[in-house]
């Protein structure tokens, strides 16, 4: 980089906090262990794929003393999408590896997965560390979204290894990312390669958590600046009072980030994908809902609002998830005669004599542009790719239809806003600065003990970095079986809003009274020198869950 800016330059300073059994004995904390642990779900089958790993303890680390350790060669990649904060994690992992031996050797390797693969790397200095400590993005070695699932592919990344003399990877990603990790963890075990894997929890969306990993990293960071944006678009809506503002936020399988933004920012309505699922809730109930609100809102003379929209939304309609399940299974079976079509309305009239009519009558009911986007390209798991359907000019034109049949004008003014990309990279919060390079420094502790298919973990995060406990819970714990791809196969499961928590149920409470009048709530850009109060906040769910 041949210029930084100001708040650069003044973050590189920023030392990150670490949890006190490492401030005391850096990697050479002792590996605690806890009771044997199961998967979440499917245990047997689980077992049986993974039985190299399966059962293992969490480990707490608890106060150790220093120790020789021989030098080791380690690799790291950043898989997936960004997560603000993934610089930390290396520095982190960098700063405790060097604790642990100064002879030690940090590989990065690039563009992620793929990276691994085909042994593409750079050597990890302290120049280059220093270069990026405290900053956003994963542009130090960057990331990919290839899958490491063959046999191919975990020869390669072990011939890679044994020829640099790697004994440990560090996989920092999300559910998927580290189920590859589990994966790579049970064939490097039952290879007698000696290469230990350890995961690190990364994922804006906040659907990696359960009881030892209370937060996936980023989530903080994003939703805090969607929420700057939200407030935004809110001061200028309570401004001109002249607009409906329709905002899809970033989250896929979960609600958890449009959650977040309604609790700090008291939009007109929120919608949370999993209460319209546990509610059987059709795309026209949606609709009428809102269009009810509109009305209401006109009778008063308010026509303007701010309604949340999670990315994820359409899957949890019942009539849409149906819809989406099928044409996934259906186009990867189908895929060559599929592609084969010459025109979006060929590929849909082949789509629709091969669905059932309930499925097909679905399809057929959507705007032509919505179906184009149902019927796109696929992710790298064969699924519809949410983020690229317009659910909310979907639910903007449906409002609109019924407006436009009643017989009382009613004023509908809309501006419909995505925000994704700019929350996945920006500069890491106080917490997420803290929290990554903890994550960091503790793989390096787990490798240190010896550690193998472990996913590193930091807990109590909810209160002040002088409270956290660093460990480690295995992957397998995590673990269930899912259909993808037209088969049953082992993934991470997600962590999905819970209708019965706090977090939900404080929304919840609240919602009707945002709803009647303007509760607006402007949170403004993330502090990073400051007050405590302003500087180190949590995220509301992480306060509420705790």
Not at 147 to 163: G, P, S
Not at 205 to 223: C, P, Q, R
Not at 373 to 392: A, C, F, K, W, Y
Request: aromatic share 8%.
């Amino acid at each position: 980089m041949t210029q930084i800016s100001p708040l650069q330059k003044a973050r590189a300073a920023y030392a990150p906090k670490l949890p006190p059994v490492l401030n005391e004995c850096g990697p050479f904390a002792k590996a605690q262990l806890g009771e044997p642990t199961q998967s979440v779900a499917d245990q047997e089958k689980i077992k049986a794929l993974f039985p190299d790993t399966y059962g293992m303890p969490a480990v707490k680390f608890v106060n150790g003393a220093q120790r020789d350790t021989q030098p080791i060669k380690v690799g790291v990649i950043l898989s997936g999408g960004q997560a603000p904060g993934g610089h930390n994690v290396i520095s982190g992992l960098f700063d405790g590896l060097k604790a642990l031996n100064p002879k030690n050797e940090l590989y990065g390797f690039l563009g992620g997965p793929s990276g691994l693969i085909d042994d593409k790397y750079i050597i990890l200095d302290e120049k280059k560390i220093d270069e990026y400590r405290n900053t956003g993005g994963f542009d130090i070695i960057c990331s990919g979204r290839t899958k490491l699932e063959t046999e191919d592919q975990f020869e390669k990344v072990a011939a890679n290894c044994k020829a640099h003399g790697i004994s440990a990877v560090v996989i920092i990603g999300g559910d998927d990312s580290n189920t590859n990790a589990c994966t790579l963890a049970q064939y490097m075990l039952s290879k007698k390669t000696g290469v230990q894997v350890i995961g690190c929890p990364k994922t804006i969306d906040g659907d990696l958590k359960n009881e030892w990993i209370e937060v996936s990293f980023g989530f903080d960071t994003a939703t805090k600046v969607y929420s700057e944006l939200i407030g935004n678009i809110m001061r200028d809506a309570n401004s001109a009072r002249k607009y409906w503002h329709f905002i899809k936020l970033m989250g896929r399988s979960a609600s958890h980030i449009a959650l977040e933004c309604a609790l700090q920012t008291h939009p007109t309505a929120c919608l949370i994908s999993e209460e319209v699922a546990a509610n059987k809730t059709s795309l026209a109930e949606i609709a009428d809902k809102l269009t009810a609100l509109v009305v209401a809102r006109a009778e008063k003379k308010m026509n303007f609002g701010v309604v949340l929209v999670p990315e994820g939304l359409i899957e949890f309609i019942p009539e849409m998830k149906s819809l989406i399940a099928a044409l996934n299974d259906l186009l990867a079976i189908n895929a060559k005669d599929f592609e084969a079509q010459a025109t979006p309305e060929a590929k849909a009239d082949f789509v629709m004599k091969l669905l059932k009519p309930e499925n097909a009558a679905t399809l057929a009911s959507l705007p032509a542009a919505i179906r184009n986007q149902l019927l796109g390209d696929r992710d790298p798991h064969g699924n519809v790719q949410v983020s690229r359907i317009e659910t909310e000019k979907l639910l903007i034109a449906m409002i609109e239809e019924r407006i436009a049949k009643m017989e009382k004008k009613v004023k509908f003014s809309t501006q419909a806003h995505f925000f994704g990309y700019e929350g996945r990279c920006a500069a890491p919060s106080n917490f997420d600065a803290d929290y990554c390079y903890s994550l960091g420094y503790t793989a390096s502790a787990l490798i240190g003990a010896g550690k193998t298919g472990y996913m590193s973990s930091v807990r109590n995060v909810s209160m002040p970095a002088t409270e956290w406990e660093a460990g480690g819970i295995p992957l397998t714990m995590m673990m269930n079986m899912e259909h993808r791809h037209g088969k049953d196969v082992p993934v991470i499961r997600k962590a999905l809003v819970e209708l019965d928590g706090k977090p939900f149920k404080t929304f919840a409470a609240n919602r009707d009274a945002w709803a009647e009048g303007v509760d607006f709530v402007y949170p403004g850009p993330i502090q990073y020198f400051g007050p405590a109060e302003v500087c180190d906040r949590v995220t509301a769910t992480l306060a509420l869950e705790h």
